[in-house]
């Protein structure tokens, strides 16, 4: 490829990944609205996140989706905040067997549907009583509509909770006051008759010394009207007693050098029980939260500023703007869901070369190839300065690095040899390999917080990195396996043949040979972390034994190669096994569900596994029986 | 980019037949190579499978640290103990009379170089090393180590002078095994032993028994062993046989609540099953146990264990936490669990490792890697050059 050439791609590439990056998304209020909204930080699971990345995180445990519909996640988060009643609507509660619907007397709509909150609610007792007996049983004893119903409660019960994490600063119902003295003497407008819990909250003191005087000189009569004190300050009271334990943890205060989060509830109910003022991070969010529900995009726009700014002040560094940002930048980006349309069409256009205007489809396949790759890159660079730690900490990550990796590879062979089989690979394994990620990435935030003994970004740069661009080399080998079998019988006896076989062979050779020592290194690289941190090299643990045979598989395959027990043909059957054994390693053993590496269990991937060992299997020993009998050899 | 053609080939063709016999061929053949890959193979799926229904600990015991597995219970195929030996000497054989000594081999005679050591490495540890656990109060210090699985039978007199303590092996007792311990002047004389019983007393049984012992068990039955073998209790019957003719028999099991003694001719014997103890070079002491979660999660941050090193009259204090243990000479200590009691006393827990041979496998790695390296870029760049020979001048 000549200089000007690469130039031009290079250019392409920025151009049209900046452009897709930087497409704007529709908002619930017009313009930018949400963008402050987006970034204000909450704590969930033991990491301080921008609320955009829980809304997602959250719309991804109910429906298995990370937008509703064509919205954003924060967008129908808001509607879930400030207007829970038309969000009740939404159809987001994934259920997949209908036989859990049946029990609670549901309407089925389909097999596998999404259900919303107002269609369950009217069964919402009898799903607590037999989520609660299912889970009385031992976990092996439930069936899968038991483990579904638990879930589901689960599911409605968190839900519940996003409902009511703002309401202190709605009117309610149930927090009225008729008697226009009483109101008067609590500092309350005369021309409601319901109020806010936080607007109650203002006068606390007054309300407990206006009980105690009544409880004192019970059934006297007078004023302050006993009877309505007492009742305002149970239904306060039941209002605490609901949302305590809220888990919506957005503001921060410190105690005692610490870090320590709350959820707005649990500021008044600290300061209900001390009768103590609620803190300022409380009005500020009643700000507004009356500024969205009356419509006022500006001023609820600049009192989310000013809620966010307090919380940086005070992080002092913990989190920087700049971080919080990126990450809202990197969950509006997409890039590795958008990086895999760059290899769809990238494997398009290349299959449109072999047909029509060769030249230029396979310019503009390779040059999408690499837009991808720039795109992946930049998902890639985004995680590691979020999370500031190597990407590769958990299932999810490790796909979407060796996915990278063996795009990477893709483009070298396509550069050195230009003959189809690096883009051809590339593109296919950059897609499979994002496709699982984004499986896993359904099972809650990909960024989790790391247990003490995965915690050591030196350990995860060496062991975790190297042996994932290992995986990626033996499964790049096994994928142009596939194609060294392909052409081998599907074409045509010519004197070009041996040269196209020699070329494909020399692929799978290499990439077998890149995958061998990387994949080495991975595994005696994680026997020096086992020796650091649990005091043995080697323990025959699954996970170890799982990277053991990807090498021992790879050294027999070379092995076979020296004794001459394997010509090619063997060998690049061989190499599509090889894909085998890494996908035992990578989450087979994680299915047996023993020994000390239970950092990545997966569920449900069990059958999926099996199906592509037997596919593969079958299709290696077909093409065995095949050569042979035809005399490919 | 790499020349695939197996350059084995020639090599087979070079080694010397008329120096070396059909014999040294045979070891340093790469298809004994394939064989025991092969078998390496499926002897780690094997014994991986086996892990999910018995156990890391069986499934080592049975596949990884012997020589033979029985398939049915009788007939042999070959585990990894063998498979690393042969592959050793096959390595060994190859790297002397197989493989050429010749500027292109050589990242290739470096990796085989580095395996070698590797396997010596692997013996080293697998016949040498010693692992054993730590359990401290905060507060408290020790001396010595506590096996997870071996046992040993302690005997000592009391009431004269300083206390001496003698401890057997009791792993390998058979019945009708005799030791002797000769200050003391006593012979014991195996009766049963069991790696895993329960225990009972004369009520339990029913069967009365006329051996001593402090706790009240009259009687043992073996049980299965467990899956994790920390959770065996062993158990033994032995006639303790004095001197002066006087035979007296002794029960004893691991969880006696005290120590039995018995009194032959006014002397205070006295015996003990018990986890088996290594003496360590260091007294330690634990200062201050922590841990800490992330915020508002019940996910650990890291735990850390402040301890004090006393090595005669040298005193220091350390920290030992995640992927940070104390090494001293050949023994290293690693932060492996914790307790806290329902009273906030804090309990933490050490693995204790001695192993002399531990940077073997260190070295031996980066040699391979090496060795792996520089093959790949040598045949990269020779059949480039090779490629570039080939090519039609214009």
């Known amino acids: 490829m000549s200089r000007k050439n690469i130039i031009l791609c290079l250019w392409l590439t920025l151009l049209a990944a900046g452009s897709v990056c930087l497409y704007p998304e529709p908002d619930l209020f017009t313009g930018s609205a949400l963008e402050n909204f987006r970034k204000m930080v909450i704590l969930e699971n033991g990491r301080k996140k921008p609320l955009d990345t829980f809304a997602q995180n959250m719309l991804k445990q109910f429906s298995g989706k990370s937008r509703y519909g064509h919205e954003p996640a924060i967008q129908w988060l808001a509607r879930v905040l400030f207007f829970p009643e038309k969000a009740s609507r939404d159809r987001i509660f994934l259920i997949g067997h209908s036989e859990v619907l049946n029990s609670l007397g549901v309407a089925v709509t389909g097999e596998r549907d999404r259900y919303s909150f107002a269609q369950l609610e009217k069964s919402l007792g009898r799903l607590k009583d037999l989520a609660f007996s299912a889970s009385r049983l031992e976990g092996q004893d439930r069936s899968i509509v038991e483990n579904e119903i638990i879930l589901l409660y689960n599911k409605v019960y968190v839900y519940q909770e996003l409902r009511r994490a703002f309401r202190f600063a709605v009117p309610e119902p149930d927090l009225s006051i008729s008697n226009p003295e009483l109101k008067q003497w609590l500092k309350l407008p005369e021309d409601r008759e319901i109020f806010s819990f936080l607007e109650l909250m203002k006068n606390i003191r007054e309300l407990n010394r206006a009980k105690q005087s009544f409880r004192k000189n019970e059934n006297t009569g007078g004023f302050p009207p006993g009877n309505e004190v007492l009742k305002i300050l149970d239904s306060m009271e039941n209002w605490l007693r609901l949302n305590r334990e809220s888990t919506f943890t957005v503001i921060y205060r410190p105690e005692n050098g610490k870090e320590n989060w709350l959820s707005p509830w649990q500021c008044l109910n600290e300061s209900f029980q001390s009768q103590a003022t609620a803190p300022d991070e409380v009005f500020r969010i009643n700000e507004f939260v009356n500024d969205f529900i009356r419509g006022r995009q500006q001023e609820f726009d600049q009192s989310v500023r000013r809620f966010n700014d307090g919380v940086m002040n005070r992080l002092k560094g913990k989190l920087t703007a700049g971080r919080v940002s990126l990450e809202v930048f990197y969950n509006k980006a997409d890039p590795f869901y958008r990086a895999q349309f760059f290899y769809g069409f990238s494997l398009f256009l290349l299959l449109i070369s072999f047909l029509i205007l060769k030249k230029w489809f396979y310019r503009l396949s390779f040059f999408l190839l690499l837009s991808g790759l720039f795109l992946h890159l930049l998902g890639l660079v985004c995680r590691i300065l979020i999370m500031q730690r190597p990407p590769a900490t958990n299932l999810y990550e490790t796909f979407i690095f060796s996915g990278w990796i063996t795009v990477v590879i893709g483009v070298i062979l396509e550069w050195f040899k230009k003959k189809n089989i690096g883009i051809l690979t590339g593109s296919i394994t950059g897609i499979v390999m994002l496709l699982i990620a984004g499986k896993y990435a359904l099972e809650g935030d990909t960024m989790g917080m790391l247990v003490a003994v995965l915690d050591s970004n030196f350990w995860l740069s060496t062991h975790v990195i190297t042996i994932t661009v290992g995986f990626a080399g033996i499964v790049i080998s096994g994928i142009i396996g596939h194609v060294y079998v392909f052409q081998k019988i599907w074409i045509r006896e010519n004197p070009k043949k041996k040269n196209i076989l020699k070329n494909t062979f020399q692929s799978v050779y290499a990439t077998q040979a890149f995958g061998l020592i990387f994949t080495f290194l991975g595994t005696v690289l994680g026997g020096m972390w086992a020796d650091q941190s649990w005091g043995r090299f080697w323990g025959w643990d699954p996970k170890e034994n799982g990277a053991l045979i990807v090498v021992l598989w790879s050294a027999l395959l070379f092995h076979s190669r020296l004794s001459n027990w394997m010509g090619e043909n063997g060998f690049s059957l061989g190499a599509i096994v090889g894909i085998i054994s890494v996908a035992l390693s990578w989450f087979g053993i994680n299915l047996l569900g023993v020994g000390l590496h239970s950092y990545g269990f997966t569920s449900g991937i069990a059958l999926a596994l099996s199906v592509f060992i037997v596919v593969e299997f079958i299709f290696v020993f077909s093409m065995a029986v095949y050569i042979r009998k035809k005399g490919l050899l | ?394």
């Open chain 2, 1 to 394: 980019l790499l020349s695939p053609n197996p350059c084995g080939s020639d090599h087979n063709q070079n080694v010397k037949k008329n120096k070396t016999g059909s014999f040294i061929q045979l070891v340093a053949s790469p298809k004994l190579t394939v064989i025991c890959l092969s078998l390496l193979v499926i002897v780690v799926i094997w014994g991986t499978v086996y892990q999910v229904d018995h156990g890391l600990y069986q499934a080592q015991q049975k596949f990884f640290h012997s020589w033979f597995v029985f398939l049915f219970g009788f007939i042999p195929f070959p585990a990894i103990v063998l498979l690393f030996w042969i592959l050793f000497f096959n390595v060994l054989a190859s790297l002397l009379f197989r493989i050429p000594f010749r500027l292109a081999n050589i990242g290739n005679i470096i990796t085989h170089l580095g395996i070698l050591i590797f396997f010596v490495g692997g013996f080293f540890t697998f016949y040498y090393s010693q692992e054993s656990s730590l359990s401290l109060r905060e507060g408290d210090s020790s001396r010595f180590s506590i096996s997870g699985m071996s046992w040993e039978l302690a005997v000592w007199e009391e009431g004269r002078g300083n206390r001496r303590i003698y401890a057997v092996d009791s792993d390998r007792f058979r019945p009708g095994d005799a030791v002797d311990f000769e200050t003391l002047g006593l012979r014991i004389r195996i009766e049963s032993y069991y790696r895993n019983c329960a225990a009972y007393s004369k009520t339990d049984a029913g069967d009365e028994s006329a051996a001593i012992n402090a706790s009240g068990i009259h009687h043992l039955k073996v049980e299965k062993e467990a899956k994790e073998p920390s959770e065996n209790m062993a158990g033994m019957l032995f006639s303790a046989e004095f001197t002066g003719g006087k035979n007296i028999p002794v029960l004893l099991y691991g969880g006696d609540r005290q120590e039995t003694a018995i009194h032959p001719d006014g002397k205070n014997i006295f015996f003990s099953l018990r986890k088996k103890r290594f003496p360590l070079p260091f007294s330690l002491k634990l200062i201050d146990f922590r841990r800490q979660f992330y915020p508002g999660s019940e996910i650990a941050r890291s735990y850390e264990s402040e301890v004090e090193l006393a090595v005669g009259n040298l005193h220091r204090n350390i920290i030992i936490s995640m992927n940070k243990p104390l090494r001293y000479k050949d023994f290293t200590l690693y932060q492996s669990s914790y307790y806290i009691a329902p009273d906030g006393t804090e309990f933490t827990f050490l693995a204790v490792v001695r192993n002399a041979g531990r940077l073997l496998p260190y070295i031996s790695s980066i040699i391979i890697f090496l060795g792996l390296c520089i093959h790949f870029l040598a045949m990269l760049f020779l059949n480039r050059k090779k490629a570039r020979k080939n090519r039609p001048k214009p």
